[in-house]
């Protein structure tokens, strides 16, 4: 398995899966209130993560 995704009720266990899964699988979640990006953020610190929602305000392009 290379990536699981989590939703839901099983969002509120993404300790739990981060901790668990080997380094080379990926969890994508979909934020919900209990389990939202930020809290999600401090607990794999961005890895192995891709957030799952859309985005209030897109992300301006930079350029160099």
Same mark, same amino acid.
């Given at each position: &398995?290379?990536?699981i995704q989590v939703n839901d009720r099983a969002s509120e266990d993404l300790e739990i *899966? *981060?901790?668990e899964l080997r380094d080379d699988q990926i969890i994508y979640l979909n934020p919900t209130?209990? &389990?939202n990006i930020e809290k999600a953020l401090e607990i794999t610190?961005?890895?192995?993560?891709? @957030? @799952?929602a859309e985005i209030p305000q897109p992300?301006?392009?930079r350029k160099i």
């Open positions: &398995m290379r990536a *899966y *981060y901790n209130v209990t &389990m610190g961005g890895d192995r993560l891709v @957030v @799952v992300i301006p392009v």
